[in-house]
């Protein structure tokens, strides 16, 4: 579920700033945190050993690169590569598609639009803002988009703010909310390994992370 959280392409240079979403499901409520700027992305998650993990994207090279937690060391893979990860995933979990409403709604201060997925596990509800993220990523995320209007969100810049996931039932068993989106300057360094740290050539190790960044098993 998390994948639908993934900025998607933007027609201007995107939002520059920090990011909180909150994640409630089956395992519990947990905070992410990230930031944005131009072609950079920077997600930090919470795992389940007390250890974050650090996903660096930079679409301006096509890379996505994962920090070692507890260890001065990174993998980097590119992002083409990570994009048909989440394809693979999105074939695999549900082949529900993605349907525009009427409906609107202003959160965080952004305008955002409804859709809605179903298939026979249940529904997804997107409430999604525009133009808010990398012109860059339109050329690897283009290629997950199913019908019209997935192309068009992810043409149109769409950012999910909120996301809810139902069962059959219509009960509610995941929701991601972003709970604050605050426009600031970020600094490049942010987005980069820290200094001393040292790349490695580690293919499984960074599958594993983006299986767990993205929500894939």
Same mark, same amino acid.
């Given at each position: 579920? &998390? &994948? #639908? #959280?993934? $900025?998607?392409?933007? #027609?201007? %240079?995107?939002?520059?700033? %920090?990011? /909180? @979403?909150?994640?409630?499901?089956?395992d519990g409520t947990r905070l992410i945190s990230g930031a944005m700027? *131009?072609?950079f992305m920077r997600v930090e998650i919470p795992s389940d050993t007390n250890t974050t993990i650090v996903a660096l994207s930079d679409f301006a090279r096509s890379e996505v690169s994962l920090l070692i937690p507890g260890q001065p060391l990174y993998a /980097?893979? $590119?992002? !083409?590569?990570?994009?048909?990860? @989440?394809?693979?995933?999105?074939? !695999?979990? *549900?082949?529900?598609m993605l %349907?525009? /409403? /009427?409906?609107?709604?202003?959160l965080l201060g952004q305008p955002c639009v409804k859709y809605i997925a179903k298939d026979k596990d249940g529904t997804t509800e997107i409430w999604a803002a525009a133009g808010l993220a990398s012109p860059r990523a339109a050329t690897a995320f283009q290629s997950l988009a199913r019908n019209t209007p997935e192309r068009d @969100? +992810? !043409?149109?810049?769409g @950012? $999910?703010?909120? +996301?809810?996931?139902?069962?059959?039932d219509g009960a509610a068993n995941f929701r991601m909310d972003v709970v604050s989106l605050e426009k600031q300057s970020v600094a490049d360094s942010v987005f980069q390994p820290p200094a001393g740290y040292t790349k490695l050539d580690v293919g499984g190790f960074l599958s594993g992370g983006l299986s767990t960044l993205f929500g894939t098993h």
């Open positions: 579920m &998390l &994948l #639908a #959280a993934f $900025p998607l392409q933007a #027609a201007n %240079r995107g939002f520059e700033g %920090r990011f /909180t @979403l909150r994640i409630q499901d089956a700027k *131009s072609d /980097t893979m $590119p992002v !083409t590569e990570a994009v048909a990860k @989440l394809a693979d995933a999105r074939r !695999t979990q *549900s082949q529900a %349907r525009k /409403t /009427t409906e609107t709604a202003v @969100l +992810i !043409t149109q810049g @950012l $999910p703010l909120r +996301i809810i996931g139902r069962d059959a």
